[in-house]
């Protein structure tokens, strides 16, 4: 995108998602909205982001106010009143402001989306379009008039249909803009016929192919899609990818659709927290070209491990995720044993479905002297993962954006990627006996092919200066949410220029 946006002359932002850092986080989501809202009020935006509270959510500790709400003031679903509750404070590290809107009916629950068992809450719907009302509620009971509302993932694509019908007559709303985020278009808020009377819609909006129908359900992600001014996406290539057939998950002719007003913008991730320089959480810390303090990195974790830790110059391969095939876990029985054949070592951390859980353990029983896998999850070994390993593993089936491949290259570990999404966007290919790049990418969706792409970054890695370059360029990156945040600027304008024509 042409333009270079340096200010948001104290432009509104009302961000609403179901996840954010440092207060509830499952996913990328979380990750997402922990760090775009202190990243555009740095470039002068006015920035608030309002979550469900959650359980885990402790006032105290996050320096949480409570706000007085009148106990007339009720947020209607399915033709009930319900009250509320309205902490305030500031997204810690930030200027953003962050509103939690309480209810312990709805949110007092162990978990932010599913019930024990991975079984969706049964008051599902109930519980969003709580929030998602709550939302903009909560605009107009502390007068707030956003000139844009960022709406991020099925959880919220009610937001943008409330702004052109029941709340396009509130004057905290008049020429307000809606933009819709998709972070990954399978989970599309998907419910019955009859939730679209409890979010307060007449029965009749919902018939065969409006906005709010899609294969016989009230389809959240359609809604927001439809409804919204802009439409983003986590990265170009997944924009693109969404409107065919292969990774639209039935959507890609309503994307299609809206291709004029869709755009991809990549996630960012935050140095504070993810870089070698400034990580608390790895054993020594390290800037480019300190290649002795990443190799003692890799040492302690080969240590933590319990894998033999002497041979350093033996490659260290490692893989970080839910053990799910989406991150094209299918790919690794059929050339594991042929891999670990070969002087090598490998470490896995992550849980997900049984079956990849026990794929990997009975590796790492046939292997024990190679191979860890670490079933869970455990954030300060995913640190030590990035800043120890020499290659990074993701041969995902698709991904909207990833976060690992961008971690990895600021670590000076090199990734090895399906060519999809944002792992596209974000590693250039090596190129055979060049000093360019900063990973190894493969495409057609098999085996043979991810095999062939790990043995071409193992070839690069036993020409060690030609490898310490390749670890130079990826740390060279800068993925910081500075660029991401004025992308997001630029479309804010353009939102606003639509709302108001």
């Not at 991020?152 to 709340?167: F, N």
């Not at 951390?349 to 079933?375: C, H, K, M």
């Amino acid at each position: 995108m042409g333009y270079d946006l340096q200010v948001a002359d104290n432009l509104r932002i009302l961000m609403v998602g179901a996840e954010a850092v440092p207060y509830a986080k499952v996913g990328g989501l979380g990750d997402v909205l922990g760090a775009l809202p202190g990243a555009l009020a740095q470039l002068g935006a006015q920035v608030t982001l309002i979550l469900p509270r959650y359980r885990q959510v402790d006032p105290q500790r996050f320096q949480l106010e409570r706000v007085i709400v009148p106990p007339d003031w009720t947020i209607g679903v399915n033709y009930v009143n319900h009250g509320f509750g309205l902490l305030r404070g500031r997204l810690p590290g930030s200027a953003a402001e962050v509103l939690l809107i309480e209810n312990d009916h709805f949110f007092d629950r162990w978990s932010v989306y599913n019930a024990e068992g991975g079984r969706s809450f049964p008051d599902d719907a109930e519980r969003w379009i709580f929030y998602q009302r709550g939302c903009l509620e909560v605009c107009k009971l502390l007068g707030l008039r956003p000139d844009v509302v960022h709406a991020h993932d099925g959880q919220t694509g009610v937001v943008p249909a409330y702004l052109r019908s029941t709340y396009s007559g509130e004057g905290v709303f008049q020429g307000t803009a809606a933009v819709f985020t998709i972070h990954n278009l399978a989970y599309q808020s998907a419910y019955g016929p009859d939730v679209i009377a409890k979010a307060g819609f007449p029965g009749h909006w919902f018939y065969p192919l409006s906005p709010y129908e899609m294969n016989g359900s009230f389809n959240w992600m359609k809604c927001g899609i439809a409804h919204a001014h802009l439409v983003t996406t986590v990265s170009p290539t997944y924009s693109q990818e969404i409107q065919t057939p292969a990774g639209g998950f039935g959507m890609d002719g309503v994307l299609r659709s809206r291709s004029r007003d869709l755009y991809g913008v990549l996630n960012g991730i935050d140095p504070a927290t993810w870089s070698p320089q400034r990580d608390r959480k790895i054993p020594r810390n390290y800037d480019l070209g300190e290649w002795d303090a990443k190799r003692a990195c890799k040492q302690a974790l080969l240590q933590r491990l319990g894998l033999p830790a002497g041979e350093l110059d033996v490659p260290l391969l490692a893989f970080v995720g839910r053990l799910v095939s989406q991150k094209g876990c299918d790919l690794f029985a059929p050339v594991l044993h042929d891999l670990l054949a070969h002087r090598l070592r490998f470490v896995i951390l992550g849980s997900g479905a049984n079956e990849y859980e026990d794929l990997f353990r009975s590796v790492e029983r046939a292997y024990p002297e190679q191979v860890r896998a670490v079933i869970g999850f455990d954030d300060e070994l995913a640190h030590w993962i990035e800043a120890g390993a020499d290659i990074f593993l993701m041969p995902s089936r698709y991904e909207p954006c990833g976060l690992n491949q961008m971690y990895s290259m600021a670590y000076g570990t090199i990734p090895v990627v399906r060519a999809v999404g944002g792992l596209n966007d974000t590693v250039v290919e090596v190129a055979p006996g060049a000093d360019g790049g900063t990973g190894f990418r493969f495409h057609p969706y098999s085996a043979l092919e991810f095999k062939e792409a790990i043995y071409r970054a193992l070839v690069a890695y036993q020409d060690r200066p030609r490898w310490e370059r390749l670890m130079a360029n990826g740390m060279s990156r800068d993925f910081s949410w500075a660029s991401s945040a004025r992308s997001y600027l630029y479309l804010y304008y353009r939102a606003l220029m639509q709302a108001r024509s």
